[in-house]
C-alpha cells in the first residue's frame, strides 16, 4: 500500500520543478537573465564539462528529473487503495471549456498546457520535435514565416544565391536550416486528414524524416538552442528503443472472431502477471501483412477476468486492416488440424495509471461505432469488481451505443453476460442502440440473438512461439534507465569536450578557442548515441532475465466454451432498446438521465466522431456552469485518432 504523504510529497516535488522550469522561460526574455546567463557560461566553461553542463542542468535536467519522479509516483499510485471521491475544483478543470469545431473539445487542464507551450514557442526552437498534425502545421507556419524573413534580408542586400548555400564553420548553418524546414513541409504535408486517413503508409513512412529534421536543426540553431528541445527528444528516442526491445521476441495470434459488419476480434496471449487498466491500448504488428507499420488499438478485455489472454476489436476498412480481414478469413475455410500459426508482435499495455471512472456514482457511456472498445473493458472492469463483493464501482450505467447498420451491434458480443443482467440488484446496465442509416428492423432480443450468432471464431496453432506478452518493464527501472542515460550522456559530452575542443585553464582565462560549430554539434550526436544505446543494453539485460524466468504457455489456458443464446437469454435482453433511422437526442438523455439511474456524480465517457463528442461535452458544459444542480456530469474522452 502506498504511502499518502510520500505521494503528496512526490507531487509537490513535481509541481515545484514545472514551476521552476516555467519560471526560466518568462526570464529568458529579460536583460536580468542575459547578463547573469553569460556570467553563469563564462564560469561553466572552465569546467569539465563546459557550458554544455549548465544548458543540460538549466534546459534539460528539470524535465529528466520530471520524468524520473513520475515513473515512481505512478507506480505507487497503482498501489494506492482505490476509493469513491467527492468532486473536487481541481477535478472539475478537467471538463469543456472550449469546444470548437477546429480546436476540438479542450478542457482548462488542456488549455493551461497549450498556454505554457505556446509562450514557449516564441523562441526559434519552438517547432522543433514535434509530429502531431496540429502541431506540425504551426510548426511549419513559423518556420514558414522564419525563412520568409530571412530571404527577405537577403534580397534587399542581394545575397540570396550566396548565402542560401552556405554551410558556415561557425554560427547558424543557413542550409541546414532550409532542409530542415523542407523536411517539416513533408511531415506536415502528408499529415493532412486527406492523406492521413486515405494513404495511411505514405503518412507513416514520411513521419519518419523527423530524424532528418532533427539532426539538420541542430546543425542550424546550434547546440545551445538544441538543449531547449534536447529533454523531450532525448525522453522520445530512449522511449523508442525501448518499445523495440519490448516487442521482441513476437509471439502469435490465439484465436479470431470476425463479425458481420467487417470487424475482428483478435485474442492474444499475455503473462498471467501483466496487469493493465480499462481503456488501455497496445501497438500490433503483423509480419506477414508489414514488416515495418505498426498500429494501435484499444483493448477490449479486461486483465481482471483474462489472466491469459487479451483482446483487441478491429474494424477493417483500411488498407493493413483489410489484408488482415482477410488472412483471418481464409483461415475460417482451412482444416483445424492444419491451421497454422499467425506471428505478431506488440508494444503495450500503455494506458492510464488509475481507474478514476470507478469513483462516479453512475456512468452514462457513449460510443460510435468502433469506439464501442475501450467500454467493453470498463464494462468488463466493473463487472468483475462487483462479483468479487466490492460495492464501489458504479452500479448504474446507461450505454449509448450509435452505429450505421444494425449488424454493427454484434461487437458487443464479449460483454452479453453483462447485458443479461445477471448479477441483478448489484448492476444496472441499460444499452439504448441508434441504427442511423436503417428505418426500421427487429427488436432488440430478436436482432442481438440473431447477429450474435453469425459470429465465427477461428483457432490457430501456437508452434511458431511460446512467449506470451509481458508489457513494458516497471516503472522504477524506467526511472533508473532515465536517470542512467542521462549520466552516461553528460559524461560522454564532458570527454568530447575535454578531449578535443578546449582546455579548461585556457578557457578560464577568456582565451576562447574559436571551433566549428558542426564538430561541437556532432559531439553532442555521438554522445546522444553513446547515452541511448547504453540505456538499451541496460533494457535488454532486464528483457532477458524477465523471459528466463518465464514458463511456456498452455495452448490449453487460452480455450474458452462459446454458449449459444437460450429463450431465456433473449427474452433477458427485452429490457435493452434500439431506435432506427437517427442519431440520439443528447439533450433528452441527459434530462432523463438522473431520473433513471440517480447518483449526485455522473461520469461522461464519449468515443466516436468528434461531432458527436462535441455534442455531449457541450451539454456537459452547461452542467459545469450549474455546479450547485445535480447530478453534475464529468466529461472525458477516450478518443484517439491518427
Same mark, same amino acid.
Given at each position: 500500500?502506498?504511502?499518502?504523504?510520500?505521494?503528496?510529497?512526490?507531487?509537490?516535488?513535481?509541481?515545484?520543478?514545472?514551476?521552476?522550469?516555467?519560471?526560466?522561460?518568462?526570464?529568458?526574455?529579460t536583460?536580468?537573465?542575459?547578463r547573469?546567463?553569460?556570467q553563469?557560461?563564462?564560469?561553466? &566553461?572552465?569546467? @569539465?564539462?563546459?557550458?554544455? +553542463? !549548465?544548458?543540460f542542468?538549466?534546459?534539460?535536467? /528539470?524535465? %529528466?528529473?520530471?520524468?524520473?519522479i513520475?515513473?515512481?509516483?505512478?507506480?505507487?499510485k497503482?498501489?494506492e487503495?482505490?476509493?469513491?471521491?467527492?468532486?473536487?475544483p481541481?477535478?472539475?478543470?478537467s471538463?469543456?471549456?472550449?469546444?470548437?469545431?477546429?480546436l476540438?473539445v479542450?478542457?482548462?487542464?488542456?488549455?493551461?498546457?497549450?498556454?505554457v507551450q505556446?509562450?514557449?514557442?516564441?523562441?526559434?526552437?519552438?517547432?522543433?520535435?514535434?509530429?502531431?498534425?496540429?502541431?506540425?502545421?504551426?510548426?511549419d507556419?513559423?518556420g514558414?514565416?522564419h525563412?520568409?524573413?530571412?530571404?527577405?534580408v537577403?534580397?534587399?542586400?542581394?545575397?540570396?544565391?550566396?548565402q542560401m548555400?552556405?554551410?558556415q564553420?561557425?554560427?547558424?548553418?543557413?542550409? &541546414?536550416?532550409? @532542409?530542415?524546414?523542407?523536411? +517539416? !513541409?513533408?511531415?506536415?504535408?502528408?499529415?493532412? /486528414?486527406? %492523406?492521413?486517413?486515405?494513404?495511411?503508409?505514405?503518412?507513416?513512412?514520411?513521419?519518419?524524416?523527423?530524424?532528418v529534421?532533427?539532426?539538420?536543426?541542430?546543425?542550424?540553431g546550434?547546440?545551445?538552442?538544441?538543449?531547449?528541445?534536447?529533454?523531450?527528444?532525448?525522453?522520445?528516442?530512449?522511449?523508442?528503443?525501448?518499445r523495440?526491445?519490448q516487442?521482441?521476441?513476437e509471439?502469435?495470434?490465439?484465436?479470431?472472431?470476425v463479425?458481420p459488419c467487417?470487424?475482428?476480434?483478435?485474442?492474444?496471449?499475455?503473462?498471467?502477471?501483466?496487469?493493465y487498466?480499462?481503456?488501455s491500448?497496445i501497438f500490433?504488428?503483423?509480419?506477414?501483412?508489414?514488416?515495418?507499420?505498426?498500429?494501435?488499438?484499444?483493448?477490449?478485455?479486461?486483465?481482471?477476468?483474462?489472466?491469459?489472454?487479451?483482446s483487441?476489436?478491429?474494424?477493417?476498412?483500411g488498407?493493413?486492416?483489410?489484408?488482415l480481414?482477410d488472412?483471418i478469413?481464409?483461415?475460417l475455410?482451412?482444416?483445424?488440424?492444419?491451421?497454422?500459426?499467425?506471428?505478431v508482435?506488440?508494444?503495450?499495455?500503455y494506458?492510464?495509471?488509475?481507474?478514476?471512472?470507478?469513483?462516479?456514482?453512475?456512468?452514462l457511456?457513449v460510443?460510435?461505432?468502433?469506439?464501442?472498445?475501450?467500454?467493453?473493458?470498463?464494462?468488463?472492469?466493473?463487472?468483475f469488481?462487483?462479483?468479487?463483493?466490492k460495492?464501489?464501482?458504479?452500479?448504474?450505467?446507461?450505454?449509448i451505443?450509435v452505429?450505421?447498420?444494425?449488424?454493427?451491434?454484434?461487437?458487443?458480443?464479449?460483454?452479453?453476460?453483462?447485458?443479461?443482467?445477471r448479477?441483478?440488484?448489484q448492476?444496472?446496465?441499460k444499452?439504448?442502440?441508434?441504427?442511423t442509416?436503417?428505418?426500421?428492423?427487429?427488436?432488440?432480443?430478436?436482432?442481438?440473438?440473431?447477429?450474435?450468432?453469425?459470429?465465427?471464431?477461428?483457432n490457430?496453432?501456437?508452434?511458431?512461439?511460446?512467449?506470451?506478452?509481458?508489457?513494458?518493464?516497471?516503472?522504477?527501472?524506467?526511472?533508473?534507465?532515465?536517470?542512467?542515460?542521462?549520466?552516461?550522456?553528460?559524461?560522454?559530452?564532458?570527454?568530447?569536450?575535454?578531449a578535443?575542443?578546449?582546455?579548461?585553464?585556457?578557457?578560464?582565462?577568456k582565451?576562447?578557442?574559436?571551433?566549428?560549430?558542426?564538430?561541437?554539434?556532432l559531439?553532442?550526436?555521438?554522445?546522444?548515441?553513446?547515452?541511448?544505446?547504453?540505456?538499451?543494453?541496460?533494457?535488454?539485460?532486464?528483457?532477458?532475465?524477465?523471459?528466463?524466468?518465464e514458463?511456456?504457455?498452455?495452448?490449453?489456458?487460452?480455450?474458452?466454451?462459446?454458449?449459444?443464446?437460450?429463450?431465456?437469454?433473449?427474452?433477458?435482453l427485452?429490457?435493452?432498446e434500439i431506435?432506427?433511422?437517427?442519431?440520439?437526442?443528447?439533450?433528452?438523455?441527459?434530462?432523463?438521465?438522473?431520473?433513471?439511474t440517480?447518483?449526485?456524480?455522473?461520469?461522461?465517457?464519449?468515443?466516436?466522431?468528434e461531432?458527436?463528442?462535441?455534442?455531449?461535452?457541450s451539454?456537459?458544459?452547461?452542467?459545469?456552469?450549474?455546479?450547485?444542480?445535480?447530478?453534475?456530469?464529468s466529461?472525458h474522452?477516450l478518443?484517439f485518432?491518427?
Amino acid at each position: 500500500m502506498a504511502n499518502p504523504s510520500l505521494l503528496v510529497f512526490l507531487k509537490l516535488v513535481m509541481v515545484l520543478i514545472c514551476a521552476v522550469w516555467v519560471s526560466l522561460w518568462v526570464l529568458k526574455p529579460t536583460q536580468v537573465w542575459t547578463r547573469k546567463w553569460k556570467q553563469a557560461e563564462e564560469s561553466a &566553461a572552465a569546467t @569539465v564539462f563546459g557550458y554544455n +553542463g !549548465l544548458d543540460f542542468s538549466v534546459y534539460t535536467f /528539470p524535465i %529528466i528529473a520530471f520524468a524520473m519522479i513520475g515513473f515512481i509516483y505512478l507506480e505507487l499510485k497503482q498501489k494506492e487503495p482505490r476509493s469513491r471521491q467527492a468532486t473536487s475544483p481541481i477535478k472539475a478543470l478537467s471538463n469543456p471549456l472550449i469546444i470548437n469545431s477546429y480546436l476540438g473539445v479542450l478542457s482548462a487542464i488542456e488549455v493551461l498546457a497549450v498556454a505554457v507551450q505556446s509562450f514557449k514557442g516564441v523562441y526559434p526552437v519552438r517547432f522543433a520535435g514535434r509530429s502531431m498534425p496540429s502541431d506540425a502545421s504551426s510548426a511549419d507556419l513559423e518556420g514558414f514565416g522564419h525563412i520568409s524573413g530571412t530571404f527577405l534580408v537577403w534580397g534587399v542586400k542581394h545575397q540570396i544565391p550566396d548565402q542560401m548555400w552556405r554551410w558556415q564553420k561557425t554560427g547558424r548553418i543557413y542550409l &541546414a536550416g532550409e @532542409v530542415a524546414l523542407v523536411t +517539416g !513541409l513533408v511531415i506536415w504535408i502528408t499529415s493532412l /486528414p486527406q %492523406i492521413r486517413r486515405k494513404k495511411f503508409e505514405i503518412f507513416y513512412y514520411t513521419h519518419h524524416l523527423y530524424i532528418v529534421f532533427l539532426v539538420f536543426f541542430l546543425f542550424h540553431g546550434g547546440d545551445r538552442h538544441f538543449y531547449m528541445v534536447f529533454p523531450g527528444i532525448f525522453l522520445f528516442s530512449l522511449d523508442k528503443l525501448l518499445r523495440i526491445v519490448q516487442s521482441r521476441p513476437e509471439t502469435c495470434i490465439v484465436s479470431a472472431k470476425v463479425f458481420p459488419c467487417k470487424a475482428i476480434e483478435l485474442v492474444l496471449p499475455k503473462d498471467p502477471r501483466l496487469k493493465y487498466a480499462p481503456t488501455s491500448m497496445i501497438f500490433v504488428k503483423i509480419p506477414s501483412i508489414s514488416k515495418l507499420q505498426w498500429h494501435s488499438f484499444s483493448i477490449s478485455s479486461s486483465s481482471s477476468v483474462d489472466d491469459h489472454t487479451m483482446s483487441v476489436i478491429i474494424k477493417c476498412e483500411g488498407g493493413w486492416t483489410s489484408s488482415l480481414y482477410d488472412v483471418i478469413k481464409t483461415k475460417l475455410g482451412s482444416d483445424a488440424d492444419r491451421m497454422k500459426c499467425v506471428p505478431v508482435a506488440i508494444e503495450g499495455p500503455y494506458g492510464p495509471a488509475s481507474l478514476d471512472f470507478l469513483r462516479y456514482d453512475s456512468l452514462l457511456l457513449v460510443a460510435g461505432g468502433i469506439g464501442i472498445t475501450p467500454f467493453l473493458s470498463i464494462l468488463k472492469e466493473i463487472d468483475f469488481a462487483l462479483s468479487s463483493g466490492k460495492k464501489w464501482p458504479p452500479a448504474q450505467i446507461q450505454l449509448i451505443y450509435v452505429v450505421k447498420k444494425s449488424q454493427d451491434v454484434c461487437l458487443l458480443d464479449s460483454v452479453l453476460p453483462i447485458l443479461l443482467n445477471r448479477r441483478a440488484g448489484q448492476l444496472h446496465l441499460k444499452l439504448k442502440a441508434f441504427v442511423t442509416q436503417e428505418q426500421s428492423g427487429a427488436p432488440i432480443s430478436e436482432l442481438l440473438t440473431n447477429e450474435f450468432s453469425k459470429v465465427e471464431t477461428v483457432n490457430f496453432g501456437m508452434q511458431c512461439s511460446d512467449y506470451a506478452t509481458h508489457g513494458v518493464e516497471n516503472l522504477p527501472w524506467l526511472a533508473a534507465i532515465v536517470g542512467f542515460s542521462s549520466i552516461v550522456f553528460l559524461a560522454a559530452l564532458s570527454c568530447f569536450n575535454g578531449a578535443f575542443l578546449h582546455d579548461p585553464a585556457k578557457m578560464a582565462s577568456k582565451q576562447k578557442q574559436k571551433n566549428p560549430s558542426s564538430v561541437t554539434d556532432l559531439f553532442l550526436i555521438f554522445s546522444f548515441i553513446i547515452a541511448i544505446m547504453c540505456g538499451t543494453i541496460v533494457a535488454v539485460f532486464l528483457r532477458w532475465r524477465k523471459l528466463k524466468k518465464e514458463l511456456p504457455p498452455s495452448p490449453q489456458k487460452y480455450s474458452k466454451e462459446v454458449k449459444p443464446i437460450s429463450m431465456d437469454t433473449s427474452r433477458a435482453l427485452e429490457e435493452h432498446e434500439i431506435h432506427f433511422g437517427g442519431r440520439p437526442n443528447f439533450q433528452g438523455i441527459f434530462s432523463k438521465f438522473p431520473n433513471e439511474t440517480g447518483g449526485s456524480e455522473v461520469g461522461v465517457l464519449v468515443c466516436g466522431p468528434e461531432e458527436m463528442k462535441e455534442s455531449v461535452a457541450s451539454l456537459c458544459q452547461m452542467s459545469a456552469q450549474g455546479q450547485r444542480k445535480k447530478p453534475y456530469f464529468s466529461f472525458h474522452s477516450l478518443n484517439f485518432s491518427l
